[in-house]
């Protein structure tokens, strides 16, 4: 398992410098942020080059305020097309795949006025169609489409693993797998580790935060139970920092990977 972080925690004003201050922290990649109005394919002349210098650039992460969910259909076809752009970028880089979820902030049921406008057998319908036709492109490209369950509070839609594996499940393909985050699955997860053992086969990128959103080793999780787990189940895939920090990144980032990869080598 290799330690990534999101590119907005690093200083500096290229990916170049930011990579010899990830290395320098104990990171081994770095996973990009997927604006909407296709940015991510404009930065792909930054990029490449960033890739011939050496830098690892395994994931995206879609950073958009609609998604492949939306209950507005002109929303929701222009966030497949961004999704459908940062799959196609992904594989020019030769990396993983790119993350999203059903959606973020459109609707709760645990907030007023708590019923949705669209029933579930439609939100069903709506998520295995996008989710059909990103994992098609995803496969052409190599990578992966990797959706990510939130919370209750952040979506109504996909709030646990077994949920999101049973959605990539439902389109027959494999391009379609899981990314689990470990802020969400302490909300959401009875039990955090049965749930990615009951679906290994369909967890294809890992986030990290804490309990309380900040990095690794800030709040109470079990990290060295969870990489120990993660190490169980034949998981060999990214760990990606996302997250808030409680102090310096300077300070607070690399003890974070010191601590991981003393649990890592415990795992092992």
Not at 24 to 53: N, Q, T, V
Not at 60 to 74: E, K, L, Q, T
Not at 195 to 203: I, P, Q, S
Not at 219 to 231: F, K, V
């Amino acid at each position: 398992m290799r330690l990534a972080v999101q590119e907005q925690l690093l200083p500096g004003g290229t990916l170049q410098s930011r990579w010899e201050t990830a290395l320098a922290w104990g990171f081994d990649g770095i996973e990009l942020r997927g604006a909407g109005g296709h940015a991510l394919r404009e930065r792909l002349p930054e990029l490449r080059a960033a890739r011939r210098d050496g830098v690892q650039l395994p994931t995206v992460c879609v950073d958009m305020d609609h998604f492949i969910g939306d209950f507005d259909p002109g929303r929701r076809a222009d966030a497949l097309a961004n999704m459908a752009t940062q799959l196609a970028v992904v594989g020019d880089l030769g990396g993983v795949g790119a993350m999203t979820p059903a959606a973020w902030g459109m609707f709760s049921r645990r907030l007023p006025p708590f019923t949705p406008p669209r029933p579930p057998e439609r939100d069903r319908e709506v998520l295995l169609d996008a989710l059909g036709r990103l994992g098609e492109v995803a496969a052409r490209e190599g990578v992966l489409l990797l959706l990510e369950p939130l919370n209750r509070y952040e979506d109504h839609m996909v709030n646990t693993v077994a949920q999101a594996a049973e959605l990539a499940e439902a389109t027959g393909l494999a391009s379609v797998a899981v990314g689990a985050d470990t802020y969400h699955m302490n909300i959401e997860e009875a039990d955090p580790l049965a749930a990615l053992r009951a679906h290994a086969d369909r967890v294809g990128h890992v986030q990290l935060s804490d309990s309380n959103r900040l990095e690794p080793g800030a709040g109470h999780l079990d990290w060295a139970a969870l990489l120990g787990c993660l190490e169980d189940i034949g998981y060999d895939g990214w760990l990606a920092f996302e997250c808030r920090l409680s102090g310096d990144p300077a300070r607070v980032l690399p003890r974070a990977t010191a601590m991981l990869r003393s649990a890592l080598r415990i795992a092992a």
